[in-house]
C-alpha cells in the first residue's frame, strides 16, 4: 500500500447528483482501532464510473468491530434507495453478520446462538435499518492483500485515528 493520501475526485453532493436509478456503487470499507478499545477510525471509499468519494470519522474511546459496523452505516446511509450497492468489507463479523446471523438474532430477540445478548446492538439494528430498502450485495475480501481499495480504506480509517489522536493531544496541550 503506498503511504499517501487517498481523496475524493469529486464532491458528494456532486456524486450523488449523477446517479441514476439502478447505478451500480461499489463502496469499500474499514474499521481500524489502535487498542481495543482505544482511539478509532473508519474509511469508505464509494465508486462509481471514474468518480471516487472518501468518508471518514473517528471516536476517541471504541473497539474494531464498531468501527467496521459504523463505516458500513454511513456509507450505505448516504446513497438513495434507486441505486445498487456492491459492498466489500475484510470484516468477516459484517458480511457474516448482515447476510447470516441478523436475521436469527432478530427472531431470537437479539440474542445470539447461546442465549448471550447481541454485541454492538445499537449498530447491528442501525445497519439492518439503513439496509433495508436498499439493494445491496455483500462481498467479503482478505484484508491487507492484493485488494487496492481495501488497502486504501485501510488506509483512510487509520488516517482518521490519527487525526482524533492529534486533536485529543491539542485539545490537552491548550487546556493544560
Known sequence: MKNEFIMSDISLDKFLEILQPNDIIEIYTDGSCKGNPGAG?????????????????????TTNNRMELTAAIQAINTLPDYVRIVIYTDSSYVKNGITVWLKSWKLNNWKTADNKPVKNIDLWKKLDDVAQNKNISWNWVKGHSDCENNNNADFIAKSAISEIENSFISKNEIQG
Request: net charge positive; proline share 0%; charged share 15%.
Open 41 to 61: 477510525g473508519w474509511g469508505a471509499i464509494l465508486l462509481f464510473k471514474n468518480n471516487r468519494v472518501i468518508l471518514s470519522g473517528n471516536e476517541l474511546s
